[in-house]
């Protein structure tokens, strides 16, 4: 028997469930926001919605925005809910702590001499709270370059910082094996402490990878075998696998083709990486300076190479496929209601969360220096053709 308690508890939230599937597809059909193209944003996953922050254009942007992950999208049209516009960052790196995104990096504009840290609380107010360097404590040099003419000798500080997000301030290690800089490389944290760093302009090989330790302080090299044809590069992105044993990397620039399209991966116990051609359609850009993201084995590439364009990767049970179509990931197909299905969200989230939050204490402070008027130029947008085996752009006579 039911008591009358209990069957209004469930007539009213039948009700409640159909206007808030209504305003869902209200939200849906309707007032969707447009991002305009540009590369260099920064992107964080925090609880189900994947945010994206500024980035450049010609000139530096500054609206916040996201989707959510909770819903089904084609990557041809993705429902982007603006949040707020904020102050213009062009050229930064984030990563996302609890509910916030913190940002670190140029300031305002390419030419601002600033390098505010700075934090967007996503849960109260898409502010930015603003952390200033005002009492000359130990502070890292300005990240972002502004021209083209860094070298290897002007670019390296000499030092790995850290930033304590729970004191707000810096601490500097400055160790005798650490190697030559690099520029608009990845860096990766695995859970075992690790950062692996790859790529990079001044540091060309793609084989040679150098990890810091988080523990320790301590840098070492390790010497990747390739299988079939892996450029090297720079302005890629880097994303460790769920289950945290390879690292994925796509796109970015290459000095012996103009630009590249393909996805390698590095097997991170025996330090081989592997050339992949994943099923599917191929995204029709060749991306750089872009983001890619995690989440329930979908991986999320967003803008780069002034697009607006979002390309979906599925690498589950290690079968890597673009797809056309998010649908979200349930992994009990029996789960009863939807109250089973969010606690496997906050689960995966948790997994997801927690490399990011892991990798935001020095991932955030690494010398991450971005240049993106260096090769300028090199803009390989939908119009080029490319040849499926060797990911080369196909010149036309
Ligand atoms: C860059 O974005 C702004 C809007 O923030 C727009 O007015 C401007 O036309 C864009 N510039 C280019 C080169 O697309
Ligand atoms: C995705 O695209 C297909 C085919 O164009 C369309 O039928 C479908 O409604 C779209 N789905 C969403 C969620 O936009
Ligand atoms: C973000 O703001 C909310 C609401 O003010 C607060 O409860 C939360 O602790 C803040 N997040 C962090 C990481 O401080
Ligand atoms: C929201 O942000 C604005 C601008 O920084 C600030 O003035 C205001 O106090 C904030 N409100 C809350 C509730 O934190
Ligand atoms: C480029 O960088 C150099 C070295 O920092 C500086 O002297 C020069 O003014 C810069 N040029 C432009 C156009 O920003
Ligand atoms: C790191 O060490 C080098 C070499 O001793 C020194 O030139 C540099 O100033 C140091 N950097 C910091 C931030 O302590
Ligand atoms: C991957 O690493 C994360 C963070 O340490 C951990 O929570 C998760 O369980 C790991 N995943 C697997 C499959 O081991
Ligand atoms: C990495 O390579 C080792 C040795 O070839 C292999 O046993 C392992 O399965 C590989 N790991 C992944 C995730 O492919």
Request: some cysteine; overall charge negative.
């Amino acid at each position: 028997m039911h008591s009358p308690n209990t069957s209004f508890l469930v007539s009213n939230s039948m009700h409640s469930f159909g206007i808030i599937a209504l305003l869902i597809l209200f939200i849906n059909g309707c007032i969707c926001y447009s991002p305009i193209e540009r590369e260099n944003e920064v992107a964080a996953f925090i609880s189900s919605k994947l945010y994206f922050y500024g980035g450049w254009n010609l000139s530096s942007l500054g609206d916040l925005f996201y989707i959510d992950l909770k819903q089904q999208f084609n990557a041809s049209d993705p429902p982007f809910q603006l949040l707020a516009m904020l102050e213009h960052k062009g050229d930064s790196s984030a990563v996302a702590y609890k509910d916030e995104i913190i940002i670190f990096g140029l300031d305002e504009s390419q030419g601002g001499s600033s390098n505010d840290l700075i934090i967007i609380n996503v849960t109260s107010n898409y502010s930015l709270n603003i952390v200033e360097n005002t009492d000359n404590s130990i502070w890292p040099s300005q990240r972002g370059i502004t021209n083209g003419s860094a070298s290897n000798s002007t670019l390296n500080d000499g030092a790995m910082y850290k930033f304590d997000i729970l004191s707000y301030s810096w601490e500097v290690y400055n160790s005798s094996t650490q190697p030559i800089c690099r520029v608009q490389h990845t860096a990766t944290m695995t859970p075992d402490g690790n950062i692996i760093m790859i790529g990079g302009l001044f540091n060309p090989e793609i084989a040679q990878i150098d990890i810091y330790d988080t523990k320790t302080n301590q840098w070492s090299q390790k010497n990747a075998n390739i299988i079939g044809r892996v450029y090297a590069r720079w302005g890629h992105t880097a994303t460790l696998t769920t289950n945290n044993q390879s690292i994925i990397i796509y796109g970015g620039h290459s000095n012996s083709t103009p630009s590249i399209a393909d996805i390698a991966v590095l097997n991170l116990s025996a330090y081989i990486w592997t050339s992949i051609t994943p099923f599917g359609e191929k995204p029709k850009i060749f991306p750089f300076h872009h983001t890619a993201t995690l989440y329930n084995d979908y991986i999320f590439f967003a803008f780069g190479s002034m697009s607006n364009i979002v390309s979906i990767l599925d690498i589950s049970n290690g079968h890597y496929e673009w797809v056309t179509s998010y649908y979200p990931r349930v992994s009990n197909l029996n789960a009863p209601n939807s109250s089973n299905s969010i606690n496997i969200g906050i689960v995966v989230e948790s997994i997801v969360g927690s490399i990011i939050v892991v990798g935001l204490l020095i991932i955030i402070s690494y010398l991450i220096y971005s240049n993106n008027k260096l090769k300028k130029e090199n803009k390989y947008l939908g119009t080029h053709r490319y040849n499926d085996e060797t990911n080369e752009v196909v010149n036309d006579k």
